[in-house]
């Protein structure tokens, strides 16, 4: 079970850090990221990092603003998200890879968190 927190309402500039808590499972030798979901528009994939947190991507809407981080003792994985805009707007979702490289084929999905942007 994933379990996802941090998101909520927060002005155009501002910042969140949303959290990702893996139950029930080891997901060490696995790949961790983030998606979202707009009204209206496919799931996307934000942001991956690897197994031993050596490789990280970013899509490009969120490069330079978003940063990904893993904490493997405590099977947490973390979203900072800094100068946001209002077409950040979304749920977010966690997920964990079947592998330990990349983020395209996903084992498992968290529940989702809904950030708004707005003023």
């Known amino acids: 079970q994933l379990q996802a927190s941090g998101g909520g309402l927060v002005q155009p500039g501002g910042s969140l850090r949303l959290s990702c808590a893996a139950y029930g499972f080891v997901f060490e030798d696995r790949a961790v990221g983030w998606f979202r979901q707009a009204p209206g528009k496919e799931r996307e994939e934000i942001s991956c990092i690897t197994d031993s947190g050596a490789h990280i991507t970013y899509s490009d809407s969120v490069k330079g603003r978003f940063t990904i981080s893993r904490d493997n003792h405590k099977t947490t994985w973390y979203l900072q998200m800094n100068s946001l805009k209002p077409e950040d707007t979304a749920v977010y979702y966690c997920?964990?890879?079947?592998?330990?490289?990349?983020?395209?084929?996903?084992?498992?999905w968290g529940q989702g968190t809904l950030v708004t942007v707005s003023s």
């Open positions: 997920a964990v890879s079947r592998t330990f490289y990349g983020c395209d084929n996903i084992a498992y």
